[in-house]
């Protein structure tokens, strides 16, 4: 599986942006996708992931309710809805096909105060 994030970019404190990350393959739908994001000098974090149907999600609790997972299996892609953004969120976010070693390029996202 290939995975190939896009859409971050430099954005206010309170603005939104919207990830995408289209996967090839044709078993992109039986994976639990994720969302993981990586700051300057720190380890590499899960924000949130879905389950292979998109029934269930999960988040990290610093984001809950702000930001939302969410995914097309007939288009091979996974979202994820950043709204409400805080100076904290600046990170490089990556998607990954969850508990695999799958991981995409990488979407700098940066939230300025």
């Known amino acids: 599986v290939q995975l190939q994030a896009s859409g971050g970019g430099l954005v206010q404190a309170g603005g939104s942006l919207r990830l995408s990350c289209v996967a090839s393959g044709r078993t992109f739908s039986s994976y639990i996708m994720g969302w993981f994001r990586q700051a300057p000098g720190k380890e590499r974090e899960l ?23 969410s995914r097309d299996n007939a288009k091979n892609t996974v979202y994820l809805q950043m709204n409400s953004l805080k100076p904290e969120d600046t990170a490089v976010y990556y998607c990954a096909a969850v508990g695999t070693s799958y991981f995409g390029q990488g979407t700098q996202v940066t939230v300025s105060s």
């Open 47 to 69: 924000v949130a992931r879905i389950s292979p149907g998109g029934g269930g999600t999960d988040y990290k609790v610093s984001v809950k309710g702000r930001f939302t997972i």
